[in-house]
């Protein structure tokens, strides 16, 4: 386990494209000072959290845990890492959430083993492993650098870095590993069960996505795609000055069924056919939309516009419209607003009647620069297809 095996493994993982975010508890602690201490940290962590007391470990996972350490543990704090880091990642990126908890040599004796468990969560698999230290062999911080040396070979695995660590484990300490690999189908079902949070399928062809942190984003259906809503997101980036374009899907409907997997699939393949970013995302709302993707400007039409600005999808209370828009606002989000027919008038974003406390989060795409007045109802009517 000498320094310079670790420096080289670690400056391995922060070369590789990989963003994680870390969850440790009970131990590994040196893991995030060598992987800290090492220049390129920033490309690689994007937050680490050591949930250590109890009430700590029930904040992040929103419950009272009958058992805080166990493989069980590890795997769900590994996914509740990954969908953080879905959140904080640069477009495009391939992003790990790692979980860790640990049972180690303490000031007083213990009657349990010594062990600890690990889990790395990444798009399409999830590894698993787990370690039953012998009792009274190291000291705790012999079983911290143990436990530390097993993480960062973890990560190294998942971030597909080669190189291997002694972990200085003995003979008889033979760790249990799987791992388990996800088909698309079944990401989309844990997607929409509410598992996962949202899929990126980077079409555009870039390699490792782009530098840019901000995303533009058109949501919709996309039922189907068409050239106004290719054209809009490419006139969108322009008035926003730069960013990662991308389109949005959400499969839940705050009106009707879920999408299923084959029709996810289905929408999913117009957007391979023309090579540009779509994420499908489990949050039918904007005020979530805004919680999952912090920063970003979205794209919509007059018409979207009008609706985000209506009482009556806030029970009539004009407070609780700019409560929840003004919690849009303290993610960093903006809205990108193009024409629209509303109720067989075209208008842009001057002829709304958008609160002052919010108007700074509305950027007007004039109607000089986009005006394409097609619909996806009418081409599905002209396909003979379902509206």
């Not at 590894?127 to 070979?153: F, G, H, M, P, Y």
């Not at 069924?257 to 023309?274: M, N, T």
Request: aromatic share 8%.
């Amino acid at each position: 386990m000498g320094e310079a095996a670790i420096r080289t493994i670690v400056e391995a993982i922060h070369s590789s494209p990989t963003q994680a975010v870390v969850y440790l508890s009970g131990g590994a602690s040196l893991a995030l000072g060598w992987l800290m201490s090492v220049p390129g940290a920033s490309n690689t962590l994007l937050e680490a959290v050591v949930p250590y007391s109890r009430v700590s470990m029930v904040q992040l996972l929103g419950r009272v845990p009958s058992q805080h350490c166990s493989q069980a543990m590890a795997k769900e704090m590994a996914l509740l890492a990954y969908n953080r880091a879905l959140k904080l990642s640069k477009p495009g990126y391939p992003v790990l959430g790692v979980g860790f908890t640990g049972s180690l040599a303490t000031s007083r004796p213990k009657r349990g083993d010594h062990r600890f468990f690990l889990s790395m969560r990444a798009s399409n698999r999830i590894w698993e492993s787990s370690v039953t230290l012998t009792k009274n062999l190291r000291s705790r911080e012999e079983e911290d650098k143990v436990s530390s040396c097993a993480l960062i070979q973890a990560m190294a695995k998942a971030c597909q870095v080669s190189g291997t660590l002694d972990s200085g484990l003995t003979e008889s300490e033979v760790p249990y590993e799987s791992e388990t690999h996800f088909t698309e189908e079944q990401e989309l079902e844990q997607l929409i069960n509410g598992h996962l949070t949202c899929k990126i399928f980077p079409f555009s062809g870039e390699a490792h996505g782009s530098d840019e942190d901000r995303k533009i984003i058109l949501p919709g259906s996309f039922n189907p795609l068409h050239e106004g809503h290719l054209k809009l997101l490419e006139v969108a980036l322009r008035v926003c000055g730069g960013g990662y374009p991308c389109f949005e899907i959400s499969a839940i409907n705050a009106d009707k069924p879920p999408l299923s997997v084959a029709q996810i699939k289905d929408r999913v393949k117009q957007f391979e056919a023309v090579g540009k970013t779509i994420i499908v995302s489990n949050q039918p709302y904007f005020y979530k939309k805004a919680e999952l993707f912090p920063g970003s400007s979205f794209v919509i039409g007059a018409d979207t516009a009008a609706r985000l600005v209506d009482l009556k999808y806030y029970e009539g209370s004009y407070k609780r419209m700019l409560e929840i828009l003004g919690d849009c606002k303290r993610t960093g989000c903006t809205f990108l607003v193009g024409g629209r027919n509303v109720d067989g008038v075209f208008k842009v974003l001057e002829d709304l009647d958008i609160p002052e406390e919010i108007i700074d989060m509305f950027i007007s795409i004039p109607a000089d620069k986009f005006r394409m007045d097609i619909s996806s109802t009418e081409i599905r009517k002209n396909q003979g297809g379902v509206s």
